[in-house]
């Protein structure tokens, strides 16, 4: 699911001691580039190479931006396109800080680039942090282990609401037919014939149009057979036969 810009690391301290300038920030938003190299989102920035670890990838960064943040300091922005259970977590409350991986410096700029977003438990408040990182660190390769880390900040995503599904024609002209009134089927063959006057236009693509011939040669089918039942329905039911007590028929009306 793709979110809207949010804040995921801001110009300071790094978890380990050392420091993300303001011109760090500037130079990731402008060089990011997922097809030069794409950044994902990992958990607590571990990497695993099973797909099934709960350390998967859970979503790509998909652009960055900068802007001001307070005291002088620089913040930078993701549009992230998370995965579902990425969203599953932030919206039980779960993984809601965010940290990211720089790479510097990076081959082709020779300056600072993101290589990761990690999710997160731990906020930047946490005065153990750095300890933590620095067990962390000595697990890393040795590339990686170079790499800075930032101090985790939290930004919840903005998700958008879901859209409530818009009912296919076929579903629409099916739903009157089922009704078997006569100003239901005429409703439906309007509403045919709007979807191919649209179609006219210009305004149907092919996939909608294969759809929509499909549902036509259906529906011609079920309106003959409709037709044909109907034909022979009397407008006034039947009266059920009268039987005496031994079970003959006394009256046929």
């Keep these: 699911m793709k979110t809207k810009f949010i804040r995921v690391a801001q110009s300071g301290k790094t978890i380990d001691g050392r420091e993300i300038t303001p011109g760090d920030i500037n130079q990731m938003a402008a060089s990011y580039n997922p097809a030069t190299y794409g950044a994902r989102v990992n958990m607590e920035h571990i990497r695993s190479l099973l797909p099934d670890s709960p350390f998967r990838a859970y979503g790509d960064v998909l652009a960055l931006k900068a802007e001001d943040g307070p005291n002088g300091s620089r913040v930078l922005l993701a549009e992230l396109d998370?995965?579902?259970?990425?969203?599953?977590?932030?919206?039980?409350?779960?993984?809601?800080?965010?940290?990211?991986e720089i790479t510097t410096p990076f081959p082709t700029t020779g300056g600072a680039y993101l290589a990761g977003l990690?999710?997160?438990?731990?906020?930047?408040?946490?005065?153990?942090?750095?300890?933590?990182?620095?067990?962390?660190?000595a697990s890393l390769p040795?590339?990686?282990?170079k790499n800075l880390f930032s101090v985790p900040v939290e930004d919840a995503p903005d998700?958008?609401?879901?859209?409530?599904?818009?009912?296919?024609?076929?579903?629409?002209?099916?739903?009157m037919f089922s009704k078997g009134k006569g100003a239901d089927i005429d409703k439906a063959v309007e509403a045919v014939a709007a979807e191919?006057?649209?179609?006219?236009?210009?305004?149907?693509?092919?996939?909608?149009?294969?759809?929509?011939?499909?549902?036509v040669t259906t529906l011609t089918g079920q309106l003959a057979t409709l037709t044909e039942t109907l034909s022979k329905t009397s407008d006034t039911p039947d009266r059920p036969q009268a039987t005496g007590g031994t079970g003959e028929t006394l009256t046929d009306c």
């Design 82 to 100: 998370l995965t579902d259970d990425a969203v599953a977590l932030l919206k039980n409350g779960q993984k809601v800080y965010w940290s990211i």
């Design 118 to 137: 990690a999710m997160t438990d731990s906020p930047a408040s946490l005065g153990t942090e750095s300890l933590k990182f620095n067990a962390f660190r």
């Design 142 to 145: 040795v590339d990686r282990a």
């Design 159 to 175: 998700f958008p609401a879901a859209a409530d599904p818009k009912p296919s024609i076929y579903e629409k002209v099916m739903s």
């Design 196 to 215: 191919v006057q649209a179609l006219k236009d210009g305004a149907v693509s092919a996939a909608d149009f294969a759809a929509l011939q499909a549902s």
